[in-house]
């Protein structure tokens, strides 16, 4: 079975400032791949950036980038010059790549990010 | 605005009565999947379909749960016999055939439920 895990309920940021979101994962599949999705206020989950269990590279989208540590099991979402739209819930979730199956997702219980001017 | 829709966008219900909630999904968007959130919680997986078939389904949705995709474009999910345990936010996502991002997931704005 595929388990997320959010450690941190809440993060405060400086706008400006960069900021990390944690999220390690659990899984006993080799192929599989991890994405990160933010949701407002208004509660559409948006999709930020996504990282396959067999790319080499961390994976980067504008201000968003990936720290992919394979061996450590982690994920982590890191957020670059924060703006005061950044704030929102942010989910990290994981699957199976659909050459092993299924396309569901995973997901964790999510991180409060709140950008202070 | 050609993103996913869902209708209705709210809806409250007593207990013991029967609601219809309806996802149109993006336009050749192939697959689409029915999720249930609750405060505090991510999105938990309640089923999928691939084009009208419907493929998964979670161990945790009961039988008072039907979801159904007749022509494989929009869905509906039905909740008979509503209990105040069912309310939640039920979110919609589709996604594309092929898709480079590891075939993400564009979500509808949900509808929350609450039952009274």
């Known amino acids: 079975a595929q388990k997320i895990t959010q450690t941190q309920p809440g993060m405060f940021v400086q706008e400006k400032e960069a900021v990390t979101l944690d999220c390690t994962y659990d899984?006993?599949?080799?192929?599989?791949?991890l994405f990160w999705y933010k949701q407002p206020s208004s509660g559409e989950m948006i999709f930020l950036i996504y990282?396959?269990?067999?790319?080499?590279q961390n994976a980067t989208e504008g201000r968003y980038s990936l720290n992919f540590q394979k061996a450590r099991k982690s994920a982590n979402l890191v957020i670059s010059a924060s703006q005061l739209g950044d704030s929102a819930m942010y989910f990290c979730?994981?699957?199976?790549?659909?050459?092993?199956?299924?396309?569901?997702?995973?997901f964790g219980r999510g991180t409060s990010l709140i950008v202070h001017p | 605005d050609t993103g996913v829709s869902q209708d209705p966008r709210h809806k409250i219900t007593k207990r013991g009565q029967n609601v219809t909630f309806r996802c149109d999904p993006i336009?050749?968007?192939?697959?689409l999947y029915w999720y249930r959130q609750t405060l505090g919680q991510g999105p938990e997986f309640l089923t999928y379909?691939?084009?009208?078939?419907?493929?998964?389904k979670s161990r945790l949705l009961s039988d008072r749960f039907s979801a159904e995709r007749p022509k494989g474009s929009f869905s509906t999910l039905e909740i008979q016999r509503t209990e105040q345990g069912d309310s939640a936010m039920y979110l919609c996502?589709?996604?594309?055939?092929?898709?480079?991002?590891?075939?993400?997931?564009?979500f509808g704005p949900g509808t929350r439920l609450t039952v009274l």
């Open positions: 996502a589709s996604s594309p055939p092929l898709n480079p991002r590891g075939n993400e997931q564009f």
């Open positions: 899984t006993s599949d080799q192929s599989y791949g």
């Open positions: 990282q396959g269990s067999y790319d080499e």
């Open positions: 979730a994981m699957r199976k790549s659909p050459s092993g199956g299924s396309y569901i997702p995973t």
């Open positions: 336009s050749e968007h192939n697959r």
């Open positions: 379909f691939q084009n009208e078939a419907q493929l998964e």
